[in-house]
Nanobody, 123 residues
Framework: QVQLVESGGGLVQAGGSLRLSCAAS????????MGWYRQAPGNRRELVAT???????NYADSVKGRFTISRDNAKNTVYLQMNNLKPEDTVVYYC?????????????????WGQGTQVTVSS
């Protein structure tokens, strides 16, 4: 079994900063791309940022220059440093990881999601 456990959400004033963390644990053969997504009530889940196992990053236009994604492969953890937060960043953030598992001689890669963490930015 694989688990993604998120932490770091909370309440902050506009212009402030938060850092989200997401640690993967369990039966992991290889941790591939990881990322952060967010979803407002009634809306589709949208990409915030992704990072490959080699460190290449991709960001949504709305967060470029404000958010930074990084990972610590030794700890199976991905981070999202969020600076200059705006009220419109107020949503639930979800961690995602594409993880390869090994079962006997078979390998399979699946998508896993964290439980979500609420970020609230007050004006």
């Amino acid at each position: 079994q694989v688990q993604l456990v998120e932490s770091g959400g909370g309440l902050v004033q506009a212009g402030g900063s938060l850092r989200l963390s997401c640690a993967a644990s369990g039966s992991i053969f290889k941790l591939n791309a990881m990322g952060w997504y967010r979803q407002a009530p009634g809306n589709r889940r949208e990409l915030v940022a992704t990072i490959t196992s080699g460190g290449s990053t991709n960001y949504a236009d709305s967060v470029k220059g404000r958010f930074t994604i990084s990972r610590d492969n030794a700890k199976n953890t991905v981070y999202l440093q969020m600076n200059n937060l705006k009220p419109e960043d107020t949503v639930v953030y979800y961690c995602n990881a594409k993880i390869t598992g090994k079962n006997g001689i078979y390998y399979s890669t699946n998508d896993y999601w964290g439980q979500g963490t609420q970020v609230t930015v007050s004006s």
